[in-house]
C-alpha cells in the first residue's frame, strides 16, 4: 500500500485563513515536509496539530524529495508545505511532486491561499485572463529583458516584487511597457494591508519618494491597452519644450528626458525617438 502526497496551502499573513480540511489532514498524515520547521511549528502549535516535521527547502529538496519518496513507497503519508501559501507556487513542492507522479503515488492538492491571486481578485483588474510571471530577475537589464518578453501578452501580468527592488521594477516595467494602469498589493491578509492603485507612471513616482517600502509585495500590471496610447495625443514639440524646460532648470539631459517622459506618461525610449525626430523637423 503506498503513502499519499498532499499538497497543503496554508495562510499567507492571518491565521485564520486555513481550510478545515488543511487542518485535519496535517493532523493525519505521517509527516510533514516543510520548508521552514520552526515557522511551520507555530502554525501547527496554533491549531494543535503533533505531527512529526522534516525540511524541505529548495537546498536539500533533491536529497529529502528522495527520502520521502522512501517514506510513501513504504505507505506513510506525507503533506508538503510552505512558509506561506501554496506550495509550488514559487517555492519548493515542484521536485517532489514531479518524482511521486514518476513512481504512482498519488498526489492530492488540499487548496487555499496564494499571494497572487488574493491580489488579483482585489485589485481591479481584469481576471479573465491573467499570465503569473513570479519573480522578475533582480538585476536591471536582466528585468528589462523579460519585460520585453512579456510586453505583448495579452493578459493582465502578475509578479511577486522585494520591497528593496520595487521602485526599480516599477521604473523599467514603465520604461518598457509604457503607462500602463497597475497594482501595488502590499502585506496582504495582514494589519498592513494595501493596495496602491495607479498608473505605472503615477505609482513609479509615489515610490521614488518613499524610503522604507517594507512587507510582501504583489505587482499587478494591466494588459496593453488603447487609451494608454493617449501619450500619441501629446506633440513632440510639447515634450521638445519640457526637455528644454528641464534642462534650463539644472537637470542634465539624460534626467530631463527621464522625467518629461514621465511627466508625459510615455516611455523613455518613446520620448527619445520622439525628441530624436522633433530634431530632424
Ligand atoms: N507560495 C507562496 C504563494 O502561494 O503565494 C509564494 C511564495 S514566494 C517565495 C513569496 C512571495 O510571495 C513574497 O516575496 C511576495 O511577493 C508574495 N507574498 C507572500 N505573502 C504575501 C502577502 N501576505 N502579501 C503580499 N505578497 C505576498
Same mark, same amino acid.
Given at each position: 500500500?503506498?503513502?499519499?502526497?498532499?499538497?497543503?496551502?496554508? @495562510?499567507?499573513?492571518? =491565521?485564520?485563513?486555513?481550510?478545515?480540511?488543511?487542518?485535519?489532514?496535517?493532523?493525519?498524515?505521517?509527516?510533514?515536509?516543510?520548508?521552514?520547521?520552526?515557522?511551520?511549528?507555530?502554525?501547527?502549535?496554533?491549531?494543535?496539530?503533533?505531527?512529526?516535521?522534516?525540511?524541505?527547502?529548495?537546498?536539500?529538496?533533491?536529497?529529502?524529495?528522495?527520502?520521502?519518496?522512501?517514506?510513501?513507497?513504504?505507505?506513510?503519508?506525507?503533506?508538503?508545505?510552505?512558509?506561506?501559501?501554496? @506550495?509550488?507556487?514559487?517555492?519548493? #513542492?515542484?521536485?517532489?511532486?514531479?518524482?511521486?507522479?514518476?513512481?504512482?503515488? @498519488?498526489?492530492?492538492?488540499?487548496?487555499?491561499?496564494?499571494?497572487?491571486?488574493?491580489?488579483?481578485?482585489?485589485?481591479?483588474?481584469?481576471?479573465?485572463?491573467?499570465?503569473?510571471?513570479?519573480? =522578475?530577475?533582480?538585476?536591471?537589464?536582466? &528585468?528589462?529583458?523579460? =519585460?520585453?518578453?512579456?510586453?505583448?501578452?495579452?493578459?493582465?501580468?502578475?509578479?511577486?516584487?522585494? @520591497?528593496?527592488?520595487?521602485?526599480?521594477?516599477?521604473?523599467?516595467?514603465?520604461?518598457?511597457?509604457?503607462? &500602463?494602469?497597475?497594482?501595488?498589493?502590499?502585506?496582504?491578509?495582514?494589519?498592513?494591508?494595501?493596495?496602491? &492603485?495607479?498608473?505605472?507612471?503615477?505609482? #513609479?513616482?509615489?515610490?521614488?519618494?518613499?524610503?522604507?517600502?517594507?512587507?510582501?509585495?504583489?505587482?499587478?500590471?494591466? &494588459?496593453?491597452?488603447?487609451?494608454?496610447?493617449?501619450? #500619441?495625443?501629446?506633440?513632440?514639440?510639447?515634450?521638445?519644450?519640457?526637455?528644454?524646460?528641464?534642462?534650463?532648470?539644472?537637470?542634465?539631459?539624460?534626467?530631463?528626458?527621464?522625467?518629461?517622459?514621465?511627466?508625459?506618461?510615455?516611455?523613455?525610449?518613446?520620448?527619445?525617438?520622439?525628441?530624436?525626430?522633433?530634431?530632424?523637423?
Amino acid at each position: 500500500m503506498l503513502g499519499t502526497l498532499y499538497i497543503v496551502a496554508t @495562510p499567507i499573513g492571518n =491565521l485564520a485563513d486555513i481550510t478545515q480540511r488543511a487542518i485535519q489532514t496535517l493532523k493525519d498524515v505521517d509527516i510533514i515536509a516543510a520548508e521552514d520547521t520552526r515557522h511551520t511549528h507555530k502554525l501547527l502549535q496554533h491549531y494543535g496539530i503533533n505531527t512529526k516535521t522534516t525540511s524541505y527547502h529548495e537546498h536539500n529538496e533533491q536529497q529529502r524529495s528522495e527520502e520521502l519518496l522512501a517514506r510513501l513507497r513504504e505507505g506513510n503519508d506525507v503533506a508538503i508545505v510552505s512558509d506561506a501559501g501554496t @506550495p509550488g507556487i514559487n517555492d519548493p #513542492a515542484f521536485r517532489l511532486v514531479r518524482l511521486a507522479l514518476d513512481n504512482n503515488i @498519488p498526489v492530492v492538492p488540499v487548496p487555499g491561499p496564494s499571494a497572487f491571486l488574493a491580489a488579483l481578485v482585489a485589485s481591479g483588474l481584469p481576471t479573465d485572463e491573467f499570465f503569473f510571471a513570479g519573480f =522578475l530577475p533582480s538585476r536591471s537589464g536582466a &528585468r528589462r529583458t523579460r =519585460l520585453n518578453e512579456l510586453r505583448s501578452i495579452a493578459s493582465t501580468l502578475i509578479f511577486y516584487e522585494a @520591497p528593496h527592488r520595487l521602485r526599480d521594477a516599477l521604473e523599467d516595467a514603465l520604461e518598457v511597457l509604457g503607462p &500602463r494602469q497597475a497594482v501595488v498589493a502590499r502585506e496582504l491578509t495582514k494589519i498592513h494591508e494595501e493596495f496602491r &492603485r495607479g498608473k505605472l507612471n503615477e505609482l #513609479a513616482e509615489y515610490y521614488s519618494n518613499e524610503q522604507n517600502v517594507r512587507g510582501e509585495i504583489v505587482l499587478i500590471i494591466d &494588459r496593453s491597452r488603447d487609451e494608454d496610447k493617449s501619450s #500619441a495625443a501629446v506633440t513632440n514639440t510639447e515634450l521638445q519644450r519640457l526637455v528644454a524646460r528641464l534642462e534650463d532648470e539644472g537637470l542634465d539631459h539624460r534626467a530631463a528626458l527621464k522625467k518629461a517622459a514621465r511627466e508625459l506618461g510615455m516611455s523613455r525610449d518613446e520620448a527619445y525617438r520622439r525628441l530624436t525626430v522633433a530634431r530632424r523637423q
